[in-house]
């Protein structure tokens, strides 16, 4: 008898389904209970609706959910999500799987191969140190062996330097992308996306839910059945669109929450059709278009802090199985560079 497919639910985490305080956007008749998922050096950093983390835990006891970020290993760790032990998670915008906790080595050749398709990383570094001594440029740093980011002073950053950037990375096999304030150079072959497709086809799934806020994220809700972007953020800013991505009515930290309550609903759809079918009875279930391939106001405070146990998303090590830190602060349109790597030690 067959068995039935797999849902996976593929997210973002920073600004989509966890928020710091600034970026939290609660007026002052909207202060919900709010639970800590992520500590840093002592304090909490990052935070869902307690709401969001009960939806959290319906959702990952019907579907398979996966976090996919740009955080490094190291600041994926210090998220604790409510809900079942989330086995897969994705970091540093899709060159490193995880599974049970564990670099996935596997995966790790597959994204060595195809780097060497573009230009190297220390071809990059050379190129962009070049603009090391401009007021501009902050601070440049590295994920090793993956890709490079500087930190920079947006308003400040000569529009046509970009362009040149932009044309000179593109014609070696790399793209540059403007995020807050955050300047990415990374493979066009290491996406999100690519990551998630090998999640689907380890596990069988067969309908794909997808999240996120950024540019950083378009390959993701490209390639899932169904997408959902928060209304605030770069994405939702830029006018980019998708007939099978919709954005939220919500903005802020209840974005994040409607985005769990859109995918519980979902899946417990999904579930109760995949049980009919499994049985003989015949439950439709309405799935989306697909994409045709690869083709964000701020809060002042925090009400209350809810203490729940919550299970870990990332790890460390290594198996064949088969900003400048993560919670800095951004500027008052809400830029956060939670979801955005720091140097990962060699």
């Known amino acids: 008898m067959r068995q ?45 609706t307690a709401r969001a983390g009960q939806l959290m835990r319906d959702l990952s006891a019907v579907a398979t959910v996966m976090a996919v970020t740009t955080r490094t290993p190291e600041q994926l760790d210090r998220v604790r999500l409510p809900g079942r032990p989330h086995r897969f998670a994705v970091a540093a915008n899709g060159g490193l799987l995880f599974i049970d906790g564990q670099v996935d080595a596997g995966w790790s050749r597959q994204v060595r191969g195809r780097l060497a398709e573009s230009a190297s990383l220390n071809e990059v570094l050379t190129y962009t140190g070049q603009a090391s001594h401009q007021p501009w440029m902050l601070r440049l740093r590295t994920v090793p062996d993956l890709f490079c980011y500087a930190e920079v002073d947006r308003p400040q950053l000569p529009a046509d330097w970009l362009l040149q950037a ?27 996306s690519a990551a998630v497709r090998e999640v689907v086809d380890r596990i069988g799934a067969g309908r794909v839910l997808a999240a996120g806020d950024s540019s ?30 919709t954005p939220t009515a919500e903005i802020g930290v209840l974005a994040g929450q409607a985005i769990l309550e859109r995918f519980r609903t979902i899946a417990q759809e999904h579930a109760e059709a995949q049980m009919g079918c499994h049985s003989g009875r015949i439950h439709p279930l309405r799935r989306p278009q697909s994409a045709p391939g690869s083709a964000n106001r701020n809060g002042r405070q925090i009400e209350r802090v809810v203490a729940h146990p ?28 939670g979801d955005e790597p720091g140097q990962v030690p060699q």
Request: net charge negative.
């Open 166 to 192: 932009t044309e000179w990375a593109a014609e070696r096999g790399w793209r540059v992308t403007l995020h807050g304030r955050k300047l990415y150079w990374l493979p066009r072959t290491l996406t999100k």
């Open 4 to 48: 039935p497919a797999a849902l996976l639910v593929a997210s973002d985490l920073d600004r989509t389904l966890i928020y710091s305080r600034r970026a939290l956007a609660l007026t002052v008749g909207e202060q919900p209970p709010l639970i800590c998922v992520e500590h840093h050096r002592g304090e909490g950093s990052s935070f869902m």
């Open 216 to 245: 950083l994220d378009i390959d993701l809700l490209e390639n899932a059945d169904l997408g959902i972007h928060p209304r605030h953020g770069d994405l939702f800013a830029s006018g980019w669109s998708a007939p099978h991505v």
């Open 310 to 337: 919550q299970q870990r998303v990332g790890g460390a090590g290594e198996t064949d199985g088969g900003d400048p830190e993560s919670e800095a602060l951004r500027d008052a349109a809400g830029h956060d560079s």
